[in-house]
């Protein structure tokens, strides 16, 4: 049973003591992570996404609540499970004054097997167009973060643990990136990436959870929220907009947020474009735009506001989208 | 696996053996050098016996005559600035075995690696005690060849002089092991340091005001708690080997380490 799910959480907590301060980070995360999936833990900054994951790796330990990986206590067995993953840190930092091979040597005899490892690093490192010989320090943001990922996946662990993986690479190596996570999901490995970066998740993860002030507000299939479809369409008219339309247009099934401002209306729209067109034709339209949502629009329209919900599988009735005007993302 | 780590350290640090100790090696050689006669230590005795025993104490001299031979006169000198220097290093390397890593964040790959917190620990120290003993032995080095820069007709017990050496070892292993301690317990660096450079400073002053105050009284009970106290240079040269100090100091530094394992292992890493 537990074999499927690589990382399971039980009311795991995290509170920061400092002085008489106390500040609860991560309250009381359940989660399960199943084998094979690339799995996004969505959050804004300070969410408690990089709590998450120290806490997993056994560098802090929890107030409260318990987890294993691969079947093992990530405190008891911490030994085990950092032979069979990879974590890439969302601020990596290493020895400055070693060159890049001298760390991956380094770290791969810890890990046992420098040869395989060497050879996979030397893979890795032509694939990310990644130059080895150089000293830490001289590495720029984007190729600190290219070396952190060929040190996490050049033992071809079965879980990969990264916070916030992309940040600082270009467009091309987010794409490279992206294909590499693709290749270890059809090998069936797991990935866990935490982000802040919809767009990110929406293309690569299978599911993905929001955290947010250290509270799991949802999971969800990414294919099952982006089945949803609605789009905002904002009009700009050359006259003002006649108040006469708004009734009919919020008579139409699947239009919901209607606001008008003088010359534009803005309407979102699920279901067909015709409805609204015709209603608004008589009018001189200067200007149209679809603008398609995001996750976040999404998950604002699942849930409603800060509802706090953990489905994986309900359908929930699509009522009354909400306009996003509450950022998930700095 | 098993010794990487300790390896590793050596790789990268064993340079530090000829800062530290080529430099030592080279200060000796240099007060050797002026030894050109036996007249010079009878007169820096003579002189020094006019200043107050707490001022000497503060170099480490816990009686004048102890330098008026040669032998006496090189060791005071050398290894003087050989427990000083070991004393700093101490604290130097107690900070690279965790906090210097803790602090730049390296410690969260290090350990997401498949290695035991304790054996970072253990090995690193391993590493260091190894350097430090390297040190103590190379001021020797120093020491041997500076009695080819002296007058024939001076003589100098190189045993003696060995024996100096080999007393600077365990005094600073308690150093290091004590700032090693400090780094387990405080995930702070700046912590750590001020914490391991307060007990070097505070044993030196210590143990200079234990000397000058009766054998009675509380300063001379806490005198007994100084590290240094039991570094104990001169009375080396003049009795040979303290054992029951240096087994203590020993037994202290293991202990010492012994401790940090268990509360390194225990806290959240920074
Ligand atoms: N060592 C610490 N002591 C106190 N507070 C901390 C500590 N580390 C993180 N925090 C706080 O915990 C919250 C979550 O931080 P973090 O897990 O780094 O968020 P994220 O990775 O999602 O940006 C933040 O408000 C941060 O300030
Ligand atoms: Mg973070």
Redesign the interface.
């Known amino acids: 049973m537990s074999n499927q799910q690589v990382i399971q959480t039980q009311a795991l907590s995290k509170v920061y003591k400092s002085g008489k301060k106390e500040t609860l980070v991560l309250d009381n995360l359940t989660l399960d992570i199943h084998k094979g999936e690339i799995f996004g833990y969505l959050g804004p900054n300070g969410a408690g996404k990089t709590t998450t994951i120290r806490l997993l790796l056994d560098l802090i330990r929890p107030t409260g609540g318990s987890a294993t990986i691969l079947g093992k206590d990530i405190r008891a067995d911490s030994v085990e499970i950092h032979r069979r993953i990879g974590f890439l840190p969302g601020e990596l930092a290493l020895w400055k004054n070693r060159t890049a091979t001298q760390v991956i040597n380094y770290i791969a005899s810890v890990r046992g097997g420098v040869q395989q490892q060497m050879k996979e690093a030397t893979t890795l490192a032509d694939r990310l167009k990644f130059d080895m010989t150089k000293k830490v320090r001289d590495y720029s943001s984007g190729n600190k973060r290219k070396l952190g990922l060929i040190l996490a996946m050049m033992h071809n662990p079965e879980l990969l643990i990264l916070d916030e993986p992309t940040g600082g690479l270009d467009p091309l190596m987010q794409q490279i990136f992206h294909e590499m996570m693709l290749e270890v999901r059809a090998q069936g490995r797991t990935v866990f990436l935490s982000s802040h970066v919809l767009s990110e998740v929406q293309a690569i993860c299978d599911r993905v959870g929001i955290l947010r002030d250290g509270a799991l507000k949802a999971v969800e299939d990414v294919a099952t929220l982006t089945h949803v479809k609605f789009r905002t369409v904002e009009m700009t008219f050359r006259d003002a907009v006649p108040q006469a339309w708004l009734p009919q247009i919020e008579a139409i099934e699947g239009a919901s947020d209607i606001e008008t401002d003088t010359h534009t209306l803005t309407v979102t729209l699920m279901g067909d474009f015709d409805p609204l067109m015709r209603i608004v034709s008589e009018g001189y339209l200067k200007n149209l735009r679809v603008h398609e949502p995001t996750l976040e629009e999404i998950f604002l329209a699942y849930y409603g506001n800060g509802a706090v919900v953990q489905s994986q599988s309900s359908q929930k009735p699509l009522s009354g989208f909400h306009r996003a005007s509450h950022k998930i993302v700095k | 696996?098993v010794g990487?780590?300790f390896i590793?350290q050596l790789k990268?640090s064993w340079r530090q053996i000829l800062y530290w100790g080529g430099g030592l090696a080279l200060l000796v050689m240099f007060v050797m050098s002026i030894m050109q006669d036996v007249a010079v230590p009878q007169q820096y005795a003579e002189m020094l016996e006019q200043f107050p025993p707490a001022m000497l104490n503060a170099y480490g001299l816990s009686d004048a005559a102890a330098i008026a031979t040669p032998d006496g006169f090189v060791s005071f000198a050398a290894l003087t600035y050989g427990t000083i220097a070991l004393a700093i290093f101490a604290v130097v390397a107690g900070l690279s075995v965790t906090a210097n890593d803790e602090d730049?964040?390296?410690?969260?790959?290090l350990?997401?690696?498949?290695?035991?917190r304790w054996r970072i620990i253990v090995e690193r120290t391993a590493a260091y005690a190894l350097i430090m003993v390297a040190i103590a032995m190379l001021e020797f080095v120093g020491m041997f060849f500076g009695t080819f820069l002296i007058p024939d007709d001076i003589t100098i017990d190189l045993s003696k002089l060995f024996l100096g050496s080999l007393n600077l070892i365990p005094g600073s292993l308690t150093l290091f092991a004590a700032t090693i301690f400090f780094a387990s317990i405080f995930s702070r660096k700046i912590i750590a340091t001020g914490s391991a450079t307060a007990l070097v400073l505070g044993s030196y002053i210590l143990n200079i005001l234990a000397e000058v105050v009766t054998e009675d009284s509380f300063g001379y009970f806490l005198g007994r708690f100084s590290v240094w106290k039991y570094f104990g240079t001169q009375s080396v040269v003049l009795n040979g080997l303290n054992y029951t100090n240096i087994i203590g100091l020993l037994l202290l530094a293991i202990g010492l380490v012994a401790i940090s394992t268990i509360a390194f292992e225990r806290?959240?890493?920074a």
Do not use: K, Y
Request: aromatic letters at 0%; proline letters at 10%.
């Open positions: 696996m990487i780590t590793e990268h730049a964040g390296i410690m969260n790959v350990l997401a690696l498949p290695i035991p806290r959240d890493i």
